[in-house]
């Protein structure tokens, strides 16, 4: 990717460069959850008790339906900060294999059908009724025998969809804080984190409620590791990208991750922590992770390399 850079001394003229605003925010954050609901949601079909209807989880019922949806509304947002919408096709016209643009435009033109595919095999015998066309209701009960090659299919492209969302920012070598290597596992990390935070609000089971409360945990503590390696990759490079933590540091670390995993930790003591107080840490998961989103696309763009360059 290029940028071109505007430098000058007036800042009338000049007074700051924002490109990417709150909708692309948003665009990571659904699409890092939905990465997140897609890997969880397929491995919770790949259980051994969830070979049969009855012994699935809710999991792996509404965890494919949310996923094209959601990201579907993760491409409006997108489809909001084009300046040229009706260009938009353009994107399908052409591919190029150096530019990270040209592989999400593909990939997630991909995985919305894809997704939506094993949406429709997902959805059990008994909640079929509610797809009102015939033809649609039996091309459900065709597809249900090929649920778990898509839910194979779609764990692939749900981590595919994880990195992703960090690797177009990481492209970006004139933006200090986006240039690592660190940043698309940690997007991962953080969309499955989102997404096993969404399970918990909508799963109906206790038990699977309490399940996903305790994966999150281990996934914060993960989330955690690379926080401090990302920190570490900056702090141990240039003067630009040293800088470029300071206004960071707090959203991140405290506001993101340290709060809400200061608040999961009691429920694994408890033997029945109340259900009201798993989901308002469920939220707040999810408040903290769109705080990491937001703080990274306008820190990032505060950050530059010929700041530094003209002092």
Avoid at 190 to 203: E, P, R
Avoid at 285 to 295: C, D, H, Q, S, Y
Wanted: charged share 10%.
């Amino acid at each position: 990717m290029k940028e071109i850079a505007i430098t000058g001394a007036n800042a009338i003229t000049y007074p700051h460069l924002e490109i990417w605003n709150w909708a692309i925010s948003i665009y990571l954050f659904l699409g890092g959850m939905v990465a997140g609901l897609m890997v969880l949601g397929a491995i919770s079909q790949f259980r051994p008790s969830s070979t049969t209807d009855a012994g699935r989880p809710f999991v792996c019922y509404l965890a494919p339906v949310l996923s094209p949806i959601l990201l579907s509304i993760g491409m409006f947002f997108i489809f909001l900060d084009l300046s040229r919408k009706l260009n938009a096709f353009w994107f399908y016209l052409n591919f190029n294999i150096m530019s990270p643009m040209s592989w999400g435009a593909w990939g997630v033109g991909l995985i919305i059908p894809l997704s939506t595919l094993w949406a429709l095999a997902s959805i059990p015998e008994e909640h079929r009724h509610y797809l009102r066309w015939p033809k649609l209701h039996d091309f459900s009960f065709k597809i249900s025998a090929y649920r778990n090659k898509l839910a194979g299919v779609n764990l692939a492209l749900g981590i595919f969809l994880g990195i992703y969302t960090g690797v177009l920012l990481s492209g970006y070598v004139a933006r200090p804080l986006w240039n690592s290597a660190v940043l698309p596992l940690f997007f991962l990390n953080s969309g499955l984190v989102s997404g096993s935070a969404m399970i918990i609000l909508i799963a109906r089971n206790y038990q699977e409620k309490l399940y996903f409360t305790k994966l999150n945990i281990w996934l914060t503590t993960a989330e955690i590791v690379l926080v401090l390696l990302f920190y570490y990759s900056h702090l141990t490079s240039t003067a630009p990208h040293r800088e470029a933590l300071i206004p960071f540091f707090t959203a991140v670390l405290f506001a993101g991750i340290i709060f809400p995993i200061a608040l999961e930790l009691p429920v694994i003591t408890a033997r029945r922590p109340a259900p009201l107080r798993v989901h308002l840490i469920a939220v707040l998961i999810l408040l903290g992770n769109l705080a990491i989103r937001v703080a990274f696309v306008y820190v990032g763009q505060l950050s530059s390399l010929s700041d530094i360059a003209r002092r």
